[in-house]
Protein backbone atom coordinates (compact mmCIF):
# COMPACT_ATOMS: atom_id res chain seq x y z
CA UNK A 1 0.00 0.00 0.00
CA UNK A 2 1.32 3.49 -0.93
CA UNK A 3 -0.10 6.52 1.20
CA UNK A 4 0.26 10.23 0.11
CA UNK A 5 0.73 12.43 3.45
CA UNK A 6 -0.26 16.54 2.58
CA UNK A 7 1.71 18.76 4.56
CA UNK A 8 2.04 22.90 4.45
CA UNK A 9 -1.35 25.16 3.98
CA UNK A 10 -3.10 26.83 6.68
CA UNK A 11 -3.97 30.55 6.81
CA UNK A 12 -2.12 32.95 4.54
CA UNK A 13 -3.02 36.68 3.94
CA UNK A 14 -3.85 37.51 0.33
CA UNK A 15 -0.34 38.45 -1.74
CA UNK A 16 1.33 35.50 0.38
CA UNK A 17 3.24 32.24 -0.30
CA UNK A 18 2.91 29.23 1.22
CA UNK A 19 4.48 25.75 0.25
CA UNK A 20 2.57 22.41 0.13
CA UNK A 21 4.56 19.28 0.36
CA UNK A 22 3.55 15.72 -0.59
CA UNK A 23 5.48 12.75 0.87
CA UNK A 24 4.72 9.22 -0.41
CA UNK A 25 4.82 6.46 2.50
CA UNK A 26 4.94 2.73 2.22
CA UNK A 27 6.25 0.21 -0.38
CA UNK A 28 8.44 1.54 -3.14
CA UNK A 29 6.52 2.54 -6.38
CA UNK A 30 7.39 5.12 -9.36
CA UNK A 31 4.30 6.83 -10.58
CA UNK A 32 4.17 8.01 -13.90
CA UNK A 33 3.10 11.41 -13.13
CA UNK A 34 1.86 13.30 -8.95
CA UNK A 35 -0.42 16.26 -9.41
CA UNK A 36 -2.07 18.60 -6.99
CA UNK A 37 -5.93 19.46 -7.14
CA UNK A 38 -8.50 21.71 -5.14
CA UNK A 39 -11.60 21.64 -4.07
CA UNK A 40 -13.74 24.51 -2.96
CA UNK A 41 -16.86 24.69 -1.23
CA UNK A 42 -19.28 23.88 -2.75
CA UNK A 43 -17.35 23.14 -6.08
CA UNK A 44 -15.87 20.52 -7.57
CA UNK A 45 -12.43 18.88 -7.75
CA UNK A 46 -9.74 20.71 -10.38
CA UNK A 47 -6.33 20.46 -11.25
CA UNK A 48 -4.12 22.49 -10.24
CA UNK A 49 -0.63 21.60 -11.52
CA UNK A 50 0.95 18.36 -11.48
CA UNK A 51 4.76 16.79 -12.73
CA UNK A 52 4.98 14.05 -15.36
CA UNK A 53 7.92 11.72 -13.77
CA UNK A 54 8.78 9.68 -16.22
CA UNK A 55 11.40 10.92 -18.97
CA UNK A 56 12.34 13.95 -17.02
CA UNK A 57 10.25 16.45 -14.80
CA UNK A 58 7.99 17.96 -16.98
CA UNK A 59 5.05 20.55 -14.86
CA UNK A 60 1.82 21.43 -15.90
CA UNK A 61 -0.68 24.07 -14.53
CA UNK A 62 -4.08 25.01 -14.49
CA UNK A 63 -4.69 28.87 -16.36
CA UNK A 64 -5.85 30.56 -13.09
CA UNK A 65 -2.50 29.67 -11.32
CA UNK A 66 0.52 29.68 -14.07
CA UNK A 67 2.57 32.07 -13.23
CA UNK A 68 2.19 32.13 -9.73
CA UNK A 69 2.36 28.21 -8.70
CA UNK A 70 5.38 26.17 -8.75
CA UNK A 71 4.99 22.57 -9.08
CA UNK A 72 8.28 20.39 -8.43
CA UNK A 73 9.88 17.46 -6.88
CA UNK A 74 12.41 16.09 -4.43
CA UNK A 75 15.29 14.41 -6.55
CA UNK A 76 15.88 11.19 -4.12
CA UNK A 77 11.77 10.38 -3.33
CA UNK A 78 8.68 10.61 -4.48
CA UNK A 79 7.84 13.80 -2.88
CA UNK A 80 6.50 16.90 -4.69
CA UNK A 81 6.16 20.62 -3.92
CA UNK A 82 4.03 22.76 -4.53
CA UNK A 83 4.98 26.32 -4.13
CA UNK A 84 1.92 29.02 -4.12
CA UNK A 85 2.77 32.88 -4.40
CA UNK A 86 0.73 35.99 -4.95
CA UNK A 87 -2.37 33.86 -3.31
CA UNK A 88 -5.70 35.07 -4.04
CA UNK A 89 -8.86 34.45 -1.56
CA UNK A 90 -10.22 32.47 -4.57
CA UNK A 91 -7.27 30.07 -3.96
CA UNK A 92 -8.89 28.65 -1.01
CA UNK A 93 -9.64 25.19 -0.83
CA UNK A 94 -8.77 21.86 -0.04
CA UNK A 95 -5.60 21.19 -1.46
CA UNK A 96 -4.96 17.05 -2.92
CA UNK A 97 -2.03 15.51 -3.67
CA UNK A 98 -2.21 12.25 -6.25
CA UNK A 99 -0.39 9.71 -7.83
CA UNK A 100 -0.81 7.96 -11.15
CA UNK A 101 0.67 5.06 -12.14
CA UNK A 102 -0.25 4.50 -15.89
CA UNK A 103 0.49 7.01 -18.93
CA UNK A 104 -1.92 9.80 -19.88
CA UNK A 105 -2.76 13.16 -19.65
CA UNK A 106 -1.21 14.61 -16.04
CA UNK A 107 -4.72 17.23 -16.03
CA UNK A 108 -7.16 14.56 -16.08
CA UNK A 109 -8.28 13.16 -12.45
CA UNK A 110 -7.73 9.96 -13.87
CA UNK A 111 -4.69 9.46 -10.63
CA UNK A 112 -4.92 5.75 -8.40
CA UNK A 113 -3.81 7.45 -5.14
CA UNK A 114 -5.11 10.39 -3.01
CA UNK A 115 -4.30 12.17 -0.16
CA UNK A 116 -6.30 13.18 2.88
CA UNK A 117 -5.90 16.57 1.60
CA UNK A 118 -4.48 19.75 3.35
CA UNK A 119 -6.47 23.06 3.78
CA UNK A 120 -5.34 26.34 2.47
CA UNK A 121 -7.18 29.51 3.43
CA UNK A 122 -6.22 33.03 2.06
CA UNK A 123 -7.45 35.94 3.11
CA UNK A 124 -8.52 39.21 2.01
Known amino acids: QVQLVESGGGLVQAGGSSRLSCAAA????????MGWFRQAPGKERTFVAG?????????YYADSVQGRFIASRANANNTVYLQMNSLKPEDTALYYCAARSSPGFVRSHEYDIWGQGTQVTVSS
Open 26 to 33: GRTFSPYA
Open 51 to 59: IRLIGGSTS
